[in-house]
């Protein structure tokens, strides 16, 4: 389906109710959010959108450098009409992206959800130098073989990091061939986390104060340290540790993960 501007965005829906916007991870598209999405339908009106290059939703133009503010109105074009009391839940780059989105729409978002966001370049701002650099590693490492059109060496680097060593290896050949293909808009999704420039002390004020930070404590170094930032300049916000499943597990442990969203969306003060 289209959104109701002149950006053409691609999004899955279902149920009636309040708005429940969801926001994927790179790589996964719309679809990962299938069981959520089932999760909620009973009593919210859910909409995940594809952000560019993903689903129907057209790829990045090559020419041109993306930002988060590109994805945030991408994702604001699949909002209905008249919008309000929208609640925005976004999975690691996804979850940059509903950061932004949250800030551009203000007032209208009434709960936000972050599940393992990767705001990379807040890392940079705090000076955690070791962290900035291992992300910059990942970067540079789709950057460089992705540019040259080696695309499953650069998919086999994001899905050893991201899903543990041999993630690749242990995928089957015509799933190794779809994941690299999937890759592809991951190339300009390092420009926008990068490129970045709010204040980590910012989004205290720009995002709501019922805002939950879901993470597994033994996740990548990046987002750990991420976590703590927030946690140190966001005291208000509710945070909830995993017990497992790591980055990925909101597409690999729905089990663990889900349950938590669900409360903390049903629940009046947005409190777990």
């Known amino acids: 389906m289209s959104g109701s501007s002149s950006i053409a965005v691609d999004f899955l829906e279902a149920g009636a109710g309040p708005l429940v916007m969801l926001l994927h991870s790179s790589v996964s598209g719309a679809r990962q959010w299938r069981h959520l999405m089932d999760d909620l339908k009973a009593d919210h009106h859910v909409r995940a959108v594809n952000l560019f290059g993903y689903g129907k939703t057209p790829p990045w133009p090559n020419e041109t450098r993306q930002s988060l503010d590109d994805q945030a109105r991408l994702a604001e074009a699949a909002l209905p009409a008249n919008a309000d009391n929208i609640c925005l839940v976004g999975h690691s780059f996804g979850g940059s992206v509903a950061m932004k989105l949250a800030a551009r729409l203000a007032g209208r978002v009434a709960k936000l959800v972050l599940l393992e966001a990767n705001p990379f370049y807040l890392l940079r701002q ?94 990548v170094t990046p987002i750990r340290e991420i976590t703590a930032l927030l946690r140190q300049n966001c005291p208000m916000w509710t945070y909830r540790e995993i017990a497992e499943g790591g980055h990925m597990a909101p597409l690999t442990r729905p089990d663990i993960v889900n349950p938590l969203v669900r409360s903390f969306l049903r629940s009046p003060l947005g409190a777990d």
């Open 126 to 219: 705090a000076g955690q130098a070791d962290a900035f650099a291992e992300a910059m590693d990942l970067r540079d490492c789709i950057k460089k073989f992705g540019a040259l059109g080696e695309w499953s060496v650069a998919a086999e680097q994001f899905a050893d990091y991201w899903g543990g060593a041999g993630s690749w290896r242990n995928m089957p050949p015509e799933r190794r061939s779809a994941f690299a293909d999937a890759l592809k808009p991951n190339y300009f999704e390092w420009d926008a986390v990068m490129d970045e420039v709010t204040p980590l002390a910012q989004w205290a004020r720009l995002l709501p104060r019922a805002t939950l930070v879901v993470s597994d404590p033994n996740t």
